[in-house]
T-cell receptor, first 112, second 111 residues
Framework: NAGVTQTPKFRVLKTGQSMTLLCAQD?????MYWYRQDPGMGLRLIHY???????AKGEVPDGYNVSRLKKQNFLLGLESAAPSQTSVYFC???????????FGDGTRLSIL | GQQVMQIPQYQHVQEGEDFTTYCNSSTTLSNIQWYKQRPGGHPVFLIQ?????EVKKQKRLTFQFGEAKKNSSLHITATQTTDVGTYFC???????????FGTGTSLTVIP
């Protein structure tokens, strides 16, 4: 039982490049979330999903897209990376919206 | 939009001293969760409070939810070096599915 797995763990991009972060959970959770964590800012919700095939915007969705084609996977895409997107990205999942969230180990992304 | 403020941002204590972090919301919350993140790690769920005035304890940790359900606190008695990390509150309103995280309190325990 791996819980929530994020890949990759580290990545360096150049401005304008694109990439996809993958999140996988094996707990049969309905809800999945993508957060970014910046110093002094706490965790800010980018997008989330309430079930397979659904996505919704969070607090800071601009510059990101997401997809949830399978219940266990939630993908975060950066179409044209910008230095302001340098951050640590965490994926989380929960059974329902009012339940505890289980976090992955994070992806440290640097954009030059 | 909903905001959850958390103070202090940093706290340094001598081992054995007590520690408290406070969380305040601009709106009434349906429930609040607390998480701990060790340095270099990911947030780990500690507890959830739902009822007005609720108090829950986990060993040396005491969690409170305010009567108006707009504030919460986490108190650690007699801190230990294992308590080091950042403590986050996360509040959810009565509309919407998302929790809003506070900015966190980073606790350093000096041996």
């Amino acid at each position: 039982n791996a819980g929530v797995t994020q890949t990759p763990k580290f990545r360096v991009l150049k401005t304008g490049q694109s990439m996809t972060l993958l999140c996988a959970q094996d707990m049969n959770h309905e809800y999945m979330y993508w957060y970014r964590q910046d110093p002094g800012m706490g965790l800010r919700l980018i997008h989330y999903s309430v079930g397979e095939g659904t996505t919704a915007k969070g607090e800071v969705p601009d510059g990101y897209n997401v997809s949830r084609l399978k219940k266990q996977n939630f993908l975060l895409g950066l179409e044209s990376a910008a230095p302001s997107q340098t951050s640590v990205y965490f994926c989380a999942s929960s059974k329902y919206s009012n339940q505890p969230q289980h976090f992955g180990d994070g992806t440290r992304l640097s954009i030059l | 939009g909903q905001q959850v403020m958390q103070i202090p941002q940093y706290q340094h204590v001598q081992e054995g001293e007590d520690f408290t972090t406070y969380c305040n919301s601009s709106t009434t919350l349906s429930n609040i969760q607390w998480y701990k993140q060790r340095p270099g790690g990911h947030p780990v769920f500690l507890i959830q409070l739902v009822k007005s005035g609720e108090v829950k304890k986990q060993k040396r940790l005491t969690f409170q939810f305010g009567e108006a359900k707009k504030n919460s606190s986490l108190h650690i008695t007699a801190t230990q070096t294992t308590d080091v990390g950042t403590y986050f509150c996360a509040g959810r309103g009565y509309t919407g599915n998302q929790f809003y995280f506070g900015t966190g309190t980073s606790l350093t325990v000096i041996p």
